[in-house]
Structures are given as structure tokens and as C-alpha cells.
């Protein structure tokens, strides 16, 4: 069984920045893919960013020099530190791993920005 359990969500101004984590557990390694996505009130859930297990990153056009995927290994996390918050921002995230055809998701933590 794998879990990821996400925190750093919360209310904050334009501007302001929150760094989202995502913990796996359970039978998770190096070489499974890991990314967050969002879903904005009333819109399809869409990718924010992608880290690749070769190291490789992607992003969003709309966060990009704003938003920065990092990942540990050995803590099978997985982060978004999200500056330069944007009300358009505001949605909930949702953590994502997968490999081959597995694929997992996080319990989603709501991220609000006010204007």
C-alpha cells in the first residue's frame, strides 16, 4: 500500500508564498515519477509540476519562475514552494506519484490567495 499525506496548505495575500509537502509511505522508490496538480472551483484539475525520478523538471506555463518542484529520496517527499502567489492561484493541490501504470494520489490541501 502507498499513501502520500500532504500539509502546507493555507490562506495567504497576493504575493505571499507557501511551501506544499508530500510525504509517501508505503513501497515507494526513487524511479516513481512525482508531481503536484491543482483544481480551481468550478475547473478541471490541471499540472502545476512534474519531477522526473532522472531528475528532470516541468512546469506549468502559468507558474513557472514562480513555482519550484524539489524532491528528497531519502524522505520519499516530495515539495512545491510556491512564490509570487497569484489569486488565480487558489485551488486545492494535489499531490502524485506514479510509475509505469501505478499511480497514487495525495488527499488534497486547499491553497488560497487572496487579492
Known amino acids: 500500500q502507498v499513501q502520500l499525506v500532504e500539509s502546507g496548505g493555507g490562506a495567504v495575500q497576493a504575493g505571499g508564498s507557501l511551501r506544499l509537502s508530500c510525504a509517501a509511505s508505503g513501497s515507494i522508490f526513487s524511479s516513481w515519477t512525482m508531481g503536484w496538480y491543482r483544481q480551481a472551483p468550478g475547473k478541471q484539475r490541471e499540472l502545476v509540476a512534474i519531477f522526473s525520478s532522472g531528475g528532470s523538471t516541468n512546469y506549468a506555463d502559468s507558474v513557472k519562475g514562480r513555482f519550484t518542484i524539489s524532491r528528497d529520496n531519502a524522505k520519499n517527499t516530495v515539495y512545491l514552494q510556491m512564490n509570487s502567489l497569484k489569486p488565480e492561484d487558489t485551488g486545492v493541490y494535489y499531490c502524485?506519484?506514479?510509475?509505469?501504470?501505478?499511480?497514487?494520489w495525495g488527499q488534497g490541501t486547499q491553497v488560497t490567495v487572496s487579492s
Open positions: 502524485r506519484i506514479s510509475l509505469a501504470s501505478y499511480l497514487y
